[in-house]
């Protein structure tokens, strides 16, 4: 225990940072001799977590909440003393935009699946032949496939093609802006084929497992309690509190690693400088494309260049409250790809979450690109702000110009979890094992893309380091 450990992580997203911060806390606790490197390419640590505050607003570039049920940003918030700044999300009606008509998510839905009959016999997001066909998985058998399968043939065979069509691929292709017919049920929503091989039936197997809503607490009202935090200020306010308490960790922005090689049992990463630095360990918590690249001379990982990405933007316009002439009763709406409107999904963010905008204002955020519609993503800013614009006049009535319009881009960023890729990335794994012992891969590319997946990622690759280090 007396020998002083070197690990290196690359790449400082939530991943590198939560395993930076969680092996330090077990450097610090268990008195282990070890030194932390992290090294990030941007001028800036935490990807995709990006907020701006300006103008009492405060607007997310990328993600802008997580599940609460998901423990591990709660976790990590408590354990960063920044637990009292969360906040949970106002819920309220979402709905479905088919046929230029607002449809509200049945009531029940739980990912698209009825819990609740009235309200999806009563939807007029379906035709009455949809809606019987929907009513077949009631009957219907067990699916007899085994192995990974597409979430589109899964449900289409449950619920038919409008109900896929019409509420479920906007739900569920979002989180991954993906095409549903190539998204791997067991990789994106394996509780789905678990439910089917217990109860048979969606519908009746999501009714007895879904927990029940109860009131929000110290409170008469029957109102639900929302399922998403968020931060006060924002998401980046995580990423300031763990850059802030990562002292015993040396901290290298602007810097590239370049090649990774072997010599024994120690890694040598070779930066874009060409300095050489030595490691007993490392946690590779970039993309898989970064991975692959880094690997190439070594001929491994190659399968993971198969790994597709896609490209999304975000738009946030402000407005003033007058500004909006149609009053929609709900916190956001979903497009589906049959709409003929290029926004993907709209969030009416003051709604959803009302310590984001002055209370006599309007944040509004837009979605655009999907796969086979990410051209638009490569428009120049004005266009993609006429187009936005455009849609959001013609759906919400607004009237005017907006105060302020902040597009981001996210170019081959969105990895595709497709049909086989669990199994890709096990052998990714084992490859690594067998050449690169001392290398750990961890991040959105491969099991999980929300927050607290990748929390959960960089804390088993931390925990995998300091079981090889200290056996």
């Not at 290196?8 to 930076?20: D, P």
């Not at 607490?217 to 998401?235: E, I, P």
């Not at 960023?413 to 199994?423: A, F, I, S, T």
Request: with cysteine; charged share 25%; proline share 4%.
């Amino acid at each position: 225990m007396s020998e002083r450990k070197q690990v290196v992580i690359i790449g400082g997203g939530i991943t590198g940072l939560s395993s930076a911060y969680y092996m330090q806390k077990e450097a610090r606790e268990h008195g282990l001799p070890l030194d932390i490197t992290l090294i990030e390419a941007s001028t800036e640590l935490g990807g995709k977590i990006q907020t701006v505050r300006r103008d009492g607003y405060v607007i997310e570039r990328g993600p802008d909440s997580f599940l609460i049920r998901k423990k591990s940003v709660d976790q990590l918030a408590s354990d960063l003393g920044i637990a009292d700044q969360l906040v949970r999300n106002a819920t309220g009606q979402a709905y479905i935009l088919l046929h230029n008509k607002m449809h509200p998510i049945p009531a029940g839905a739980v990912m698209g699946i009825p819990t609740e009959i009235k309200p999806f016999i009563t939807s007029g997001l379906f035709s009455l032949s949809g809606k019987l066909r929907a009513a077949g998985d009631l009957v219907l058998p067990r699916s007899e496939v085994t192995g990974d399968q597409s979430l589109g043939k899964f449900f289409r065979r449950r619920f038919g093609t409008e109900v896929v069509e019409n509420l479920i691929e906007p739900l569920l292709s979002g989180v991954y802006a993906g095409d549903i017919d190539h998204m791997s049920l067991e990789s994106t929503f394996p509780q789905f084929y678990e439910v089917e091989k217990k109860h048979r039936s969606l519908i009746l197997g999501m009714k007895k497992t879904t927990p029940k809503q109860l009131p929000q607490k110290n409170s008469h009202s029957s109102k639900k309690m929302g399922a998403f935090h968020t931060f006060k200020n924002g998401l980046e306010s995580v990423v300031e509190a763990l850059e802030e308490q990562l002292d015993g960790v040396t901290v290298m922005k602007r810097t590239r690693v370049a090649k990774v090689n072997k010599q024994g049992e120690r890694a040598i990463l070779t930066l874009s400088d060409q300095k050489k630095i030595e490691a007993d360990a490392v946690i590779l918590a970039t993309s898989h494309t970064v991975a692959r690249q880094l690997f190439e001379s070594h001929g491994l990982l190659k399968e993971l260049g198969t790994i597709p990405m896609t490209s999304v933007a975000t738009v946030a316009v402000g407005f003033p409250k007058e500004a909006m002439k149609r009053n929609i009763d709900g916190t956001g709406f979903l497009v589906p790809r049959s709409s003929g409107h290029s926004i993907t999904a709209c969030t009416l963010v003051d709604r959803k979450w009302p310590t984001t905008t002055p209370d006599d204002k309007v944040l509004i955020r837009a979605f655009v690109g999907r796969v086979g519609e990410e051209a638009i993503v490569d428009l120049p800013d004005c266009e993609i702000e006429k187009i936005v614009l455009k849609d959001l006049r013609d759906i919400l009535d607004i009237q005017s110009e907006p105060e302020f319009c902040i597009i981001t881009r996210w170019k081959d960023d969105r990895p595709q979890y497709r049909v086989g890729h669990k199994e890709k990335i096990v052998r990714a794994r084992e490859e690594l094992q067998q050449q690169f012992p001392m290398i750990q891969l961890a991040g959105a590319s491969y099991n999980g893309v929300g927050l607290p997946d990748c929390i959960d990622q960089g804390v088993v690759a931390m925990e995998n380091v300091l079981k090889q280090l200290f056996k």
